[in-house]
């Protein structure tokens, strides 16, 4: 069950529900592309001079490479499955974390300003970091954001 429905008062409506965008996987396929690239090398290298030493070392660091990949690939998916942003008609919840869990709550009443940062890559392809300010305290930004001018909207008319 989802925390945001664990911690929903007796009529509370959920108005929003964003989530993180799939940019986060940009790392992992960054590296996972490498790999291909420098394995595709080694097999000219191999083929070309029967050198197996420059062979085994070039796979060797494709190796390394792929493997940094599936484990940044799999750290952006358990973020982006157990990151939880949602907004209701009378407050805003955010939560993060599989084994260990960080939650912030703040009430719309208490909301002052919402700012949303995005770059010209973010606004092509619809993520960005969305700031809440409230009297006293503010949350943490909240970073790779799918339709952060949504979340926005929805924040300030809940």
Not at 94 to 107: A, Q
């Amino acid at each position: 069950m989802s925390y945001y429905r664990q911690v929903l008062r007796q009529g509370e409506a959920v108005q929003f529900i964003a989530h993180i965008h799939w940019c986060i996987y940009a790392r992992a396929f960054s590296l996972l592309c490498a790999a291909a690239a420098i394995a595709g090398t080694g097999g000219v290298i191999g083929a070309g001079h029967g050198a197996p030493v420059a062979f085994l070392t070039v796979f060797g660091i494709a190796l390394i490479l792929a493997g940094t990949g599936f484990v940044a690939a799999l750290r952006a998916g358990v973020r982006r499955m157990t990151t939880e942003i949602v907004v209701t008609d009378l407050r805003v919840i955010f939560k993060r974390g599989l084994i260990s869990r960080h939650t912030v709550e703040m009430n719309t009443s208490k909301i002052e300003t919402v700012d949303v940062e995005q770059t010209l890559v973010g606004r092509v392809l619809g993520y960005g970091t969305v700031l809440i300010h409230g009297t006293g305290a503010s949350f943490e930004p909240l970073c790779n954001v799918a339709r952060p001018i949504s979340l926005r909207n929805a924040i300030l008319v809940g």
